[in-house]
């Protein structure tokens, strides 16, 4: 709850989160009951202890939350995604982003994924959909000893070693992506992240292509 709940901004800073966390301790209820305190406080034990702004601003994000709750009980799961992903404003908030475009694209990619559960009714598809997306830890933590499977981007892994590296997606509107095309610095860039991603590689590298891609809701055929 506190990594969305001031993304997009709404005006709700570390401080007042701090005291968010504090409060629902103090209480022994979860961050997301204590926000229903706000609008429901029992007792003057249980007073909120922010200013009108933040209690206001607290109260709208809770709001929005429980009518996504409510919606994922009617809307099928990539009906619901779109929905968070308008209601929230968080198209606007990644495409003000510096890399706001690339980052776009990976949301695209994600709703591409919700659509393989959209056979199953709503909130059904909603749970297993969350079950097969994993939020992966940052890569500063890494445990190399462990001795499994590492999932990460050619950014993150500037820096590390493995024994054997797995490079997927080698194919032309993929690695290269199709929007560096026609812009010579871009395929320049996109080089030199495949050449860092073959350099990571202590024995063996594997370069590796899909036959056929579900990409942004069509199949497609890339070249390698």
Partial sequence: LLRIINVPGRGIGQRS???????AKSMGVSQYEALQLITEPEGDE????????????????????????ARSQELDIADLFDAVVKGSGYK??????????ERWD????????????GDLKPPDGLTAFLEGVTLVSDVDG?????????????????????PVVFIVGVEEGILPHFKSFDDP??????????????????RRVYLVRAFR????????????
């Fill in 17 to 23: 989160l701090s005291q968010l966390s504090g409060w």
């Fill in 46 to 69: 249980h007073q909120p202890p922010f200013s009108p702004r933040i209690s206001k601003a607290l109260a709208s994000f809770l709001k929005l939350i429980d009518g996504f709750r």
């Fill in 92 to 101: 606007e908030y990644i495409l003000s982003q510096m890399d706001g475009e």
């Fill in 106 to 117: 990976n949301i695209l990619e994600l709703r591409t994924v919700a659509q393989q559960y």
């Fill in 142 to 162: 890494l445990d190399e000893s462990t001795g499994g499977v590492t999932l990460i981007t050619l950014h993150q892994a500037k820096g590390l070693e493995f």
């Fill in 185 to 202: 610095e871009q395929m320049e860039e996109e080089r030199r992240l495949c050449y860092v991603g073959i350099t990571r590689a202590k």
């Fill in 213 to 224: 891609r579900s990409l942004r809701g069509s199949s497609t055929v890339n070249k390698p």
